[in-house]
């Protein structure tokens, strides 16, 4: 440490005190095939094993990773879906999309196929639904188009809280770490925001810095820092102690957008998919590319980490699903 430290950016002395950035061999394990339209959004179950896709041809589809096979398929009543989430207990899953509502459906497994199931229906919103996130089985937070979030009570069918502070579509959200409290979003309007429940509906921080739409937010494990994505190409870190930008992932060979962030249970790798059709695996600390998985240029919209941090599946426009490891 010197003199001069304090002059120092923040990444630069992230990057002089990291290890040295070793590729992780990163491959392909298993193409899910069996969707017939765009794949929009994908979640895990919490047992890493099972997983939710949601895609234009009109179905969601439950998968078990480990064999590659169907399990569940549910027709949805709008084939425009945007967003999907896997309950913590496992029995429930969600969408949302251009209906603006979010519609839930009880998962059955020892049933192959679900014809004309009936969801639970959330209807309050005035613009789409970009994504959906469940706080426990009695709960779920929905971001909108209509520059909202809100928190639903799925037994009341009724909205609990209504948070307003973005001024454009909120694209997505994240619990804060173990939290069923704070959670954070990224929305259009350029800016993060952190928001509590127990505050009231205000956000209670909030992160500028990038120069164009927000796509993707990502909370870490240790619920101390956040990773955005953006159409301005780049994703940042950020630091929620310290209200400070940490990190900066770019290049001057990436032109396309940010189109979805999650990162590795330790929080060393930082995981993005563009709209260039590859997922680039990021350095957390260094901010250097570590690997590119590649999708045979078709956008990737969705890349997301195995709870148990084994593997990670990018979902594509080309109507597969993919697991690396």
């Given amino acids: 440490m010197n003199d001069n430290d304090g002059d120092t950016p923040m990444n630069e002395v992230l990057k002089d005190n990291a290890g040295e950035a070793k590729p992780l061999g990163i491959k392909v394990r298993r193409v899910l095939r069996g969707h017939f339209g765009k794949v929009y959004a994908c979640a895990w179950a919490a047992d890493s094993e099972h997983l939710v896709s949601a895609s234009q041809d009109g179905k969601l589809l439950i998968w078990n990773t480990r064999t590659g096979l169907k399990k569940y398929a549910i027709s949805l009543q709008s084939s425009w879906v945007m967003a999907t989430d896997y309950s913590p207990s496992g029995r429930f899953v969600a969408s949302g999309g251009l209906d603006n509502m979010v519609s839930i459906y009880e998962v059955k497994m020892d049933e192959p196929v679900a014809k004309d199931a009936t969801p639970v229906e959330l209807m309050g919103h005035e613009g789409y639904v970009a994504s959906c996130t469940f706080f426990d089985d009695g709960r779920i937070l929905s971001t909108s188009g209509d520059s909202t979030i809100v928190l639903w009570d799925i037994e009341r ?125 990021w350095d957390t600390l260094r901010g250097d590319i570590l690997e590119t998985l590649a999708h045979e240029q078709s956008r990737c919209s969705t890349v997301r980490v195995a709870p148990n941090g084994q593997a990670v599946i990018s979902a594509t426009w080309d109507n597969l699903l993919r697991i690396w490891a």
């Fill in 157 to 281: 069918r009724a909205a609990n809280m209504k948070f307003s502070d973005h001024h454009a579509d909120v694209m997505s959200a994240s619990l804060l770490g173990d939290s069923r409290s704070v959670f954070v979003s990224g929305s259009t309007d350029t800016n993060v925001k952190l928001w509590d429940i127990r505050v009231g509906v205000e956000a209670v921080k909030n992160f500028a810095g990038h120069d164009s739409d927000i796509n993707s937010v990502k909370a870490f494990n240790n619920g101390t820092s956040i990773v955005s994505g953006s159409d301005d190409s780049t994703c940042m870190l950020w630091d929620i102690r310290t209200d400070q930008h940490l990190q900066l992932y770019q290049s001057d060979r990436i032109l396309c957008g940010v189109t979805s962030v999650d990162v590795s249970l330790s929080g060393k790798y930082v995981f993005a998919a563009y709209d260039e059709g590859v997922v680039r695996v």
